[in-house]
């Protein structure tokens, strides 16, 4: 026999447990990572919808036409990084669609804000 020692049953299993752990905290990395993207397209489109609504019926108080009324909407949205889907305008109140797209998720973030008065 060779001056080799020979290996216990044991050798090499914390390499296994160290890199299971590693891939079970990468694993979990990417998931958070995935969520808030979410998350964060979904506030902007929240935050886009609300300020375009309100540009809209700001837009109609002083006398504004429905249709420029829309267009000073869209372009708030635009400004704020989301695209308008739809946007109408019932008498005083304007009421907004939009959708913000989300790198890591499939489908776009979607909000809908109405704003005037009541």
Request: aromatic content about 0%; hydrophobic content about 50%; some cysteine.
């Amino acid at each position: 026999m060779s001056g080799r020692a020979r290996s216990a049953p044991e050798d090499g299993a914390a390499t296994v447990l160290v890199l299971s752990l590693v891939g079970l905290v990468l694993a979990l990395t990417v998931g958070a990572l995935v969520v808030a993207s979410a998350v964060v397209a979904s506030q902007r489109a929240r935050l886009a919808a609300d300020l375009g609504a309100l540009t809209g019926a700001s837009a109609l108080q002083d006398e504004a036409s429905p249709a420029s009324a829309c267009a000073a909407a869209r372009q708030v949205v635009g400004g704020n990084g989301a695209a308008t889907q739809s946007c109408s305008s019932d008498g005083s109140v304007v009421d907004v669609r939009v959708m913000v797209p989300v790198g890591l998720w499939p489908e776009p973030a979607v909000a809908r804000a109405r704003a005037g008065p009541e």
